[in-house]
């Protein structure tokens, strides 16, 4: 993906038709996939240092995936919860959220 400001005003958009603000802890049991996408979407448009920010105060781990186009080595762990990141000139415009396997 390339980094330019039509990148970074999309996410910026994204993130204000989601029209919510979260709570800072997971509530009521098992993740589901649609609170998964209000969290993602919770941290589009944000600097890093904000997104790492609000990861910590919602205990979640976070990681940098992709930086400004270019894919970062990351591990395939999963960990119910973390962010990954796709940041382009240090705003995030992307993000992915670990979920538990299905059983």
Do not use: F, H
């Not at 509530?27 to 996939?33: V, W």
């Not at 995030?92 to 959220?97: A, E, P, Y």
């Amino acid at each position: 993906m390339a980094c330019d400001d039509d990148v970074i005003a999309d996410a910026r958009q994204r993130a204000d038709r989601q029209g919510e603000v979260l709570p800072n802890e997971q509530r009521d049991g098992e993740p589901t996939s649609e609170r998964a996408e209000q969290v993602r979407r919770s941290y589009l448009g944000l600097t890093l240092q904000e997104a790492e920010d609000k990861a910590a105060e919602e205990r979640r781990a976070v990681r940098v995936t992709t930086r400004d186009g270019v894919q970062l080595d990351s591990t395939d762990d999963l960990q119910p919860g973390r962010s990954s990141l796709t940041v382009c000139n240090d705003i995030v415009v992307d993000t992915l959220l670990d979920l538990e396997p299905a059983r």
